[in-house]
């Protein structure tokens, strides 16, 4: 049986977790969507470490850079220094829009930066694009549930060597 494809959503703002939850509620994407709310927790579940060492490996990770104690940034840094975490997606979903932030995100190894528009209607739009994209268009690595279903169901013949 194929799990559904795990989300992260790293984010210390319940109300907007909320918003992302039912955002991607809506789509037509099959997933379940985990959340933690600081650095620690994000590093835990992705490590599969402490009271998270059942939990599945997110197939994408919706990353928030201002987290309470440790900065976004610095999961990240450590998200794609680690050869077992680096293919998992991360797209930084975040209130700000200081060129710093955009640019190291990126020099960090961010696969996106999305700005988090400040009105409901452009803040649903913005995640249902994102899944959109990453569940829709994008080829992720091998391991994730969605690429295994996404190859289980296709009809395109490999040609012979």
Known sequence: MNQLPEILVVDDNPADVTLVC????????RHCV???SDAAGALQ??????????????G???LDLNLP????????AVLK???SLCPIPVVVFSSSTAPS?????????????????????????????????????ACLP?????????????????PAD
């Open 22 to 29: 039912e955002s991607l509620a809506e789509t037509r994407y």
């Open 34 to 36: 985990r959340s933690v």
């Open 45 to 58: 579940y992705l490590k599969r470490a402490g009271k998270y060492a059942s939990m599945v490996r997110p």
């Open 60 to 62: 994408l990770v919706i």
């Open 69 to 76: 104690r440790t900065r976004g940034h610095e999961v990240l």
């Open 81 to 83: 220094a680690e050869a």
């Open 101 to 137: 932030d955009v640019t190291l995100s990126y020099e960090l190894g961010a696969n996106c930066y999305v700005i988090k528009p400040g009105n409901l209607k452009g803040f649903i739009a913005a995640v249902r694009s994102i899944v959109d994209f990453w569940f829709g268009c």
């Open 142 to 158: 091998q391991e994730n549930p969605v690429w295994k279903e996404r190859n289980e169901r296709s009809s395109y013949a490999h």
